[in-house]
């Protein structure tokens, strides 16, 4: 089975950048579909983006659009989450999912699943 590990998660200000990483090892990432989702304190998880496992098919939540942007290389091995404009109520932990059936849009879906990174966002 694949497992993941997500990283770049940190304290940013209002309106920056960051860019989470998803990195895989144990199966190669091209027999998976990806996926991102939060979690911030108090709050249910909720899907964020995901791609298919060629990448020619991407989604995402219809809050985000435009400011979040999800990509992958396979031959890295991992899946990036360029976030961008940041908002305080972008603070949240961020988990990659993984499925080489479906592609993991839903929040609690029996996908394989990272440890999470944390996202702050200050004001």
């Known amino acids: 089975q694949v497992q993941l590990v997500e990283s770049g998660g940190g304290l940013v200000q209002a309106g920056g950048s960051l860019r989470l990483s998803c990195a895989a090892s144990?199966?190669?990432?091209?027999?998976?579909?990806m996926g991102w989702f939060r979690q911030a304190p108090g709050k249910e998880r909720e899907f964020v983006a995901a791609?298919?496992?060629?990448?020619?098919?991407?989604h995402y939540a219809d809050s985000l659009k435009g400011r979040f942007t999800i990509s992958r290389d396979d031959a890295e091995n991992t899946v990036y989450l360029q976030m961008n404009s940041l908002e305080q109520e972008d603070t949240a932990v961020y988990y990659c999912?993984?499925?080489?059936?479906?592609?993991?849009?839903?929040?609690?879906?029996?996908?394989?699943w990272g440890q999470g990174t944390q996202v702050t966002v200050s004001s």
């Open positions: 791609i298919s496992w060629s990448g020619g098919s991407r």
């Open positions: 999912a993984a499925d080489p059936g479906v592609v993991p849009t839903r929040p609690y879906g029996n996908f394989y």
């Open positions: 144990g199966r190669r990432l091209s027999s998976y579909a």
